[in-house]
C-alpha cells in the first residue's frame, strides 16, 4: 500500500503545494481502498467525517430527488469529491457511486480543515476547483432544460471524448438508461439519437464502443442546441 503522499502518482496540482509537515500528516491520517464498479463510495443521507480523494478511476454524482434519482455529473480522478457537503452540512447530501474500478482515499476531516489552515496556495486551489465545479454546474442546469435532445448528448459525446477519455474513440462507461438519466431524456430517445448520428456519420457505433468522426458537426449541434 502506498502511504507516502508525496510521491503519489495521482497528486493533484493543489496537493503538490504542500508543506513537508502537511504531507507527513497526510500520509499518516489517510485510509486506502478499492472499490468495484457499483460500489457506493458516498451515500446521501449518511453523517460525514472524511473528506474523500479519488485517485484512479471514474465515478458518478447522483442524489434521491423528489421523484427519482439523478445523476448530476461523471468525475474522473484525480479529484476531491464530497467536499461542500463535508464542510457545509456534515451529512451527505448526495451519493458517489463507482463507475468504473476505482481507487479511494479517505482522509480525516478534522486533519484535512488543519492542512487548510497551514497551507494557503492548497487552500487556494481547492477553492478554485470548488468554484470550476459551480460553474459547470450551473452551465449544465441551463443546457439540460434549454437545449434539445440532440444537443445535450453531443454535449455528452463530446465531453466523454474531450475530459474524459482524452480520445475520440472511447467505450461508455454507462448505461443507456443512465445516460438518459444524465441528459434528462428517456432511454428509447438516447438510442434514437445514437442511431441517427451513427447514419449521418457523425460517429461510428459498435455495441457500447464509440469513435468520434465529425466533432464539427457535433459542436454545432451542440452550440444550436
Known amino acids: 500500500m502506498q502511504n507516502d503522499c508525496k510521491h503519489c502518482p495521482f497528486n493533484t496540482r493543489a496537493t503538490t503545494m504542500l508543506s513537508e509537515e502537511s504531507f507527513g500528516q497526510l500520509s499518516d491520517n489517510h485510509l486506502e481502498l478499492k472499490f468495484k464498479k457499483g460500489d457506493t463510495i458516498i451515500k446521501q443521507g449518511m453523517f460525514s467525517t472524511n473528506v474523500v480523494f479519488l485517485r484512479r478511476g471514474l465515478a458518478k454524482i447522483h442524489l434521491n430527488g423528489p421523484y ?30 463507482a463507475v468504473t474500478d476505482t481507487d479511494v482515499c479517505y482522509i480525516d476531516v478534522n486533519i484535512f480543515q488543519k492542512i487548510l489552515n497551514e497551507n494557503r496556495d492548497f487552500s487556494n486551489e481547492i477553492i478554485v476547483e470548488l468554484c470550476q465545479n459551480e460553474l459547470e454546474s450551473f452551465k449544465r442546469c ?12 453531443a454535449d455528452a459525446l463530446l465531453e466523454f471524448a474531450e475530459n474524459i477519455f482524452y480520445s475520440d474513440i ?25 442511431s441517427e448520428f451513427d447514419k449521418d456519420g457523425l460517429i461510428a457505433i459498435s455495441g457500447k464502443n464509440i469513435e468520434l468522426l465529425n466533432k464539427k458537426s457535433l459542436r454545432l449541434i451542440s452550440q444550436n442546441g
Open 68 to 97: 427519482h434519482e439523478q445523476i448530476v455529473r461523471l468525475v474522473k480522478a484525480p479529484t476531491y469529491l464530497g467536499l461542500p457537503t463535508t464542510f457545509g452540512d456534515k451529512v451527505n447530501q448526495y451519493s458517489v457511486t
Open 142 to 153: 441551463a443546457n439540460r432544460t434549454q437545449k434539445q435532445i440532440r444537443g445535450n448528448m
Open 170 to 194: 472511447f467505450t461508455l462507461p454507462i448505461s443507456q438508461s443512465e445516460l438518459a438519466n444524465l441528459v434528462d431524456t428517456s432511454r428509447e430517445s438516447v438510442s434514437r439519437v445514437l
